[in-house]
T-cell receptor, first 109, second 115 residues
């Protein structure tokens, strides 16, 4: 499995954009980049995924560099409810997810 | 659609006892996964069912853990006998089929405490 590097923690002001980076330099050609988050005491929640094109859904945007060695998850207008641990996970469809330490995002009023 | 349901939400048992956790995946989801997080550690994969068959059980820690998936529907994870180090949160997730390039849906987890 590709290894990932994410900041341990980040702060963001409520209403501002939260940009969460992830390095996945060993990602293989057929692995997607998935982002999940875990809000305290809940199960992990799928956010978004992409292969090489940028993606956007109702929750977030995902920017993947052209060489696919890194990506950035963007929460355009962070709210207090976005406080969570965010995980970047390279994965082939159907395979097990390998969670790392993730980034603890704290959204502050 | 209904989400992934796990019960009980909490379980406190004594060392040496048996506990059975249950997971009801989203209807029609062939893939079912078990994960767990022990205190202070990262979330770790336990095993993967495709319908009623075990596709990958490489993450099962030892033979005290037994997982089943009756008829390819709900799944149970039995710990017998439970040890202190089994304490943690056990998550179940499901997805529609192999090659399904969308995220997994996780349940809220079962918090197991072995005392």
């Amino acid at each position: 499995d590709a290894k990932t590097t994410q900041p341990t923690s980040m702060d963001c002001a409520e209403g501002r954009a939260a940009n969460l980076p992830c390095n996945h330099s060993t990602i293989s050609g057929n692995e997607y980049v998935y982002w999940y988050r875990q809000i305290h005491s809940q199960g992990p929640q799928y956010i978004i995924h992409g292969l090489k094109n940028n993606e956007t859904n109702e929750m977030a945007s995902l920017i993947i560099t052209e060489d696919r060695k890194s990506s950035t998850l963007i929460l355009p207008h962070a709210t207090l409810r976005d406080t969570a641990v965010y995980y970047c996970i390279p994965n082939n469809a159907g395979n097990m997810l390998t969670f790392g330490g993730g980034t603890r995002l704290m959204v502050k009023p | 659609e209904a989400g992934v349901t796990q019960f009980p939400s909490h379980s406190v048992i004594e060392k040496g006892q048996t506990v059975t956790l249950r997971c009801d995946p989203i209807s029609g989801h062939d893939n079912l996964y078990w994960y767990r997080r022990v205190m202070g550690k990262e979330i770790k994969f336990l095993l993967h069912f495709v319908k009623e068959s075990k596709q990958d059980e490489s993450g099962m820690p030892n033979n005290r853990f037994l997982a089943e998936r009756t008829g390819g529907t709900y799944s149970t994870l039995k710990v017998q006998p439970a040890e202190l180090e089994d304490s943690g949160v056990y998550f179940c997730a499901s997805s529609r089929k192999i090659g399904w390039n969308y995220g997994y849906t996780f349940g809220s987890g079962t918090r197991l405490t072995v005392v």
